[in-house]
């Protein structure tokens, strides 16, 4: 029996556990068993190592302008605040407002040439949605400018121009997007290539953020300092201007911090976002009479029609 608690050892574990099921996936016969197995291991784990306020599932994001990402292995959202909408109480046939979503994830067994090209336009797919928003005035003097929330929060603040949410000017204003797999089977240098390439051609704020292996081999976006040839961990590939390859000797609790930082910094739009997925109550109309008693003390008739109040 051990003395004290040991974080390492527990997050050691916790790799041990999840390379095993990754291995124990391996042995379905087919192909989507496999992913269904290994998906199944990484959600289980995030639900272990995230704190409460953060929701494990998955399925597809949306925004209202009715796009529909791919179909994401995981998608981590506002638990009890943002809504999903289930068709026949399916996980994996399950949509999230883009608006409520912090983090989605891909699982692959092996990250070869193809699987890069399956995470990037998966989570590309994600963060090219867009969250609905709108600027308000909060009477302050500072002019209308569109209210910025953090996650897990019912309060939305309106700041200065500077300070408003824009979908693309930070990575902490973007759903953080992740790949994880047992190992990679594609050159490192070729994952970096198609990262940039990528990044040159679609936009930089349409990348992953992370993609880790349990062997520990991850490609992170990162900041070159060409004057002193040094490089740096960025969190977005928008700060950046490269990608990078490291080795980290504990990739899942890098992976659980990440994704808390970005539920504790990031910052999503206000929660009247969530209302405009919802068909508005039909209201009443009235179109002629009166609800008050004549002079003769007998009722006028109320005449009404319902009509289906426009959306804002």
Request: hydrophobic share 35%.
């Amino acid at each position: 029996m051990a003395k004290a608690f040991n974080i390492d050892e527990f997050f050691n574990s916790l790799g041990d556990e999840l390379i095993a099921a990754f291995t124990q996936g391996g042995l379905a016969t087919t192909p989507g068993s496999i992913g269904r197995i290994r998906e199944r291991a990484v959600r289980n784990k995030l639900r272990q190592l995230l704190p409460s306020g953060i929701g494990v599932g998955s399925g597809f994001v949306i925004d209202t302008q009715g796009n529909t990402s791919n179909q994401i292995d995981i998608i981590l959202y506002e638990d009890n605040i943002c809504p999903a909408f289930a068709l026949d109480e399916d996980e994996e046939t399950s949509y999230y407002p883009c608006e409520g979503v912090i983090a989605v994830g891909e699982v692959k067994s092996t990250i070869g040439t193809r699987e890069v090209d399956d995470i990037i336009e998966k989570i590309a797919s994600v963060k090219k949605l867009q969250r609905w928003c709108r600027p308000t005035d909060d009477g302050l003097g500072l002019g209308p400018t569109v209210p910025y929330r953090s996650y897990g929060s019912l309060i939305a603040f309106s700041g200065t121009e500077e300070e408003q949410y824009e979908q693309n000017k930070g990575g902490l204003y973007q759903i953080w997007g992740f790949g994880i797999a047992s190992a990679m089977s594609v050159n490192e240098n070729t994952m970096i290539a198609k990262l940039n390439a990528f990044a040159e051609k679609e936009g930089a704020a349409y990348c992953p953020n992370l993609i880790i292996t349990t062997s520990g081999i991850c490609v992170a976006p990162c900041k070159h300092d060409f004057g002193n040839s040094r490089e740096s961990i960025v969190w977005s590939a928008i700060e950046g201007n490269g990608h990078l390859c490291i080795k980290d000797t504990k990739p899942l609790a890098s992976l659980a911090a990440n994704v808390i930082k970005a539920f504790r910094m990031g910052r999503t739009v206000d929660t009247e976002a969530f209302d405009q997925y919802i068909p508005n109550l039909k209201r009443f109309e009235i179109l002629t009479g009166a609800s008050f008693p004549n002079q003769e003390g007998t009722w006028s008739y109320v005449v009404a029609t319902e009509r289906q109040e426009r959306k804002r």
